[in-house]
């Protein structure tokens, strides 16, 4: 029993759930809920365990069956994979426990953490994969789950998003396994640490070029960069609210901004020409994303708007490359998945009871129902940058990192979209839960006490984020991912080294 | 070189078929083609010329013999092209119960 033998878990056991609980589920009534849960806790302590691995022992390899890389699979922890799965697995507990009240209302509970669990897998195999065709098979166990979960409730505008969304997915997911075929027949390695070897050597010509556009189409797709964003609005909104925060919190980080970076600075290598597009993508998306929320009324559509924004601030930092910017892109990173899923809980915590989405149609509901009205304020607030809220901390680094380098344009057009942002979240707060209470909304009451819990302990994390940026949890967890970026392609020899 | 060419051209008809059909049908019949497209190219990048199957046997020494890997990772990608088209299919046939048409014209109430 070596410290590497944890790295597996992280996709071993929800697979293992996924596969039980469709089995017992039907017999047992109580058995989804609990296996659910209690997988998704033992993942978010082992995620955490897995930060203290990295900052005791530095890099630590896996080899799948015994088999030596760059000949056999690897699986690599380090400080990025680690931050990563702290922010999959712990948002994922948090978003099962709301679940087990949520998902009441469908029929079937088994089925649904059956697909939340092979989502989990998927994405964690993302995460911990060193090897370029065992990430795009996680990808699209992952993607192929998704495209189920958002059709979840067979409703026809679902199935109608789940429809495009399944298409596009597909097509991006096509682009990347291109993608991957040009670097294996120029390399004639999967191995991620040996392609970044292998390409340093052969040096990069116009096929590294034509791998970059085809990943840059085909993971920007996955993370909703704004000339493929055209899915998203229709897909988050459409799941079922925990799904829709799943994909919005952690779905479209991990499939697509981890992806990017790790390929771009890990593998490929940054050069000045992917870091400016990859700039313009970011700011694009970000203006473009709140643009078109700010003029939306239906709760989930705006927040599935400012999640392309956000994105786009996450992008922007990491695209521009310097140690400041990757900290301020990898701490919105996780800032914007924790207030992210809090927003898409609240905004289903507000269809459970009062039934409605349209803003037009909400109005009081602070009054009827504190907890969801306390949260969201909260969450509105950490979007919008209100001091001294996480969310404040990190775009404050990022666009502080953009004066620095001397990108003034991108600095102004990242505090336009930051007030634009904090105008449409008034609005939300206003018509959902300050205005008079409407006749028709009388009768309505609190959600019950495990989706208040799930709710409260996001708000909770929301408030302190600002801690993440003192003391030891900065090194260990932030400093270590900014680091895994910055080390660009030394990452093969540091992952040589790793094996053992 | 005519080959790779083929395989363009098969890409080419599945992104056509995706973008340009209007029936639910034949937009995944298009993600199906533009599937076996990038298949048959993984296939073709293993090819070496004169090469032989690469099977090991004691007598005989092995001079020239095609990349095994891609067979094998082609194949994954099958499988996972299988998972997709069935869904693909099932959300189809949900969405005709629902609408009872496969025009996706008529299939738009998300909107904005």
């Not at chain 1, 449409?424 to 909304?441: I, N, R």
């Not at chain 2, 092209?81 to 629902?98: D, F, H, P, Q």
Request: one cysteine or more.
């Amino acid at each position: 029993m070596t410290a590497s033998s944890i790295i597996p878990l992280f996709v071993a056991i929800p697979l293992a759930g996924a596969f039980i609980t469709p089995l017992i589920g039907k017999k047992v009534k109580w058995a989804p809920d609990v296996i659910g849960n209690s997988l998704t806790f033992v993942l978010a302590v082992l995620s955490i365990f897995s930060v203290m691995m990295v900052s005791s022992s530095g890099t630590i390899v896996y080899s799948v069956g015994g088999w030596m890389p760059p000949v056999g699979i690897a699986m690599v922890l380090d400080g990025l994979t680690s931050f990563m799965l702290v922010t999959v697995n712990l948002l994922a507990f948090i978003i099962a426990v709301f679940s087990v009240n949520y998902m009441e209302k469908f029929t079937s509970k088994a089925k649904f953490y059956c697909l939340f669990l092979l989502m989990l897998a998927g994405m964690n195999g993302v995460l911990i994969s060193g090897d370029m065709f065992n990430l795009f098979v996680f990808l699209e166990i992952a993607s192929v789950a998704s495209y189920a979960l958002v059709a979840f409730g067979t409703e026809r505008y679902e199935l109608e998003a789940a429809f495009k969304y399944a298409i596009m997915g597909t097509v991006g997911s096509l682009f990347v396994l291109l993608g991957i075929v040009f670097l294996y027949s120029y390399t004639s390695t999967l191995n991620m640490a040996d392609m970044a070897q292998v390409l340093m050597q052969k040096g990069g010509g116009n096929i590294v070029l034509m791998v970059s556009a085809l990943f840059i189409m085909g993971f920007g797709l996955k993370a909703a960069l704004v000339p493929f964003h055209a899915w998203l609005p229709d897909a988050h909104p459409s799941a079922p609210a925990p799904i829709s925060a799943m994909l919005s919190g952690v779905l479209i980080k991990s499939l697509g901004v981890y992806a990017l970076c790790r390929i771009f600075f890990n593998v490929i290598g940054m050069t000045a020409d992917i870091s400016s597009i990859l700039m313009f993508l970011g700011a694009l998306s970000m203006v473009v994303g709140v643009f078109l929320a700010i003029g939306q009324w239906d709760f989930k559509r705006l927040l599935a708007y400012h999640s392309i924004s956000q994105i786009g601030y996450v992008v922007l930092g990491i695209g521009l490359g310097t140690p400041l910017g990757i900290f301020g892109g990898l701490f919105h990173l996780f800032n914007h998945s924790v207030f992210k899923s809090l927003l898409f809980l609240d905004s289903g915590a507000v269809e459970y009871s009062a039934g409605t989405r349209d803003l037009k149609k909400m109005g009081g509901l602070a009054e009827k129902m504190p907890v969801t009205g306390t949260t969201s304020l909260i969450a509105s607030m950490s979007i919008a940058g209100v001091p001294p809220f996480n969310g404040f901390w990190s775009k404050l680094i990022i666009i502080i990192a953009l004066v620095q380098a001397g990108r003034h344009g991108y600095a102004f057009w990242a505090v336009v979209a930051s007030v634009l942002t904090l105008a449409s979240f008034a609005k939300v707060m206003k018509y959902a839960f300050f205005d008079k209470l409407k006749e028709q909304l009388k009768q309505i009451k609190e959600v019950p006490i495990f989706m208040k819990l799930s709710m409260s302990a996001l708000a909770l994390i929301c408030l302190f984020g600002g801690l993440l940026l003192v003391g030891a949890v900065k090194i260990d967890f932030l400093d270590k991912a900014t680091d895994v970026l910055l080390e660009g392609t030394k990452y093969a020899a540091i992952v040589f080294k790793g094996i053992g | 070189m005519d080959v790779y060419l083929l395989t363009l051209v098969l890409f080419s008809i599945g992104i056509y078929c995706i973008v340009r059909k209007r029936n639910v049908i034949k937009t995944i019949i298009g993600v199906i083609i533009l599937e076996y497209a990038v298949n048959l190219f993984f296939i073709l990048s293993a090819y070496r010329t004169e090469g032989r199957a690469p099977i090991f046997m004691q007598e005989e020494e092995i001079v020239n013999m095609v990349d095994p890997l891609p067979h094998a990772l082609v194949l994954t990608a099958i499988v996972i092209g299988l998972a997709t088209t069935a869904l693909l299919v099932g959300i189809a046939m949900r969405l005709y119960e629902k609408y009872g048409t496969f025009d996706i014209t008529k299939i738009k109430e998300l909107k904005g």
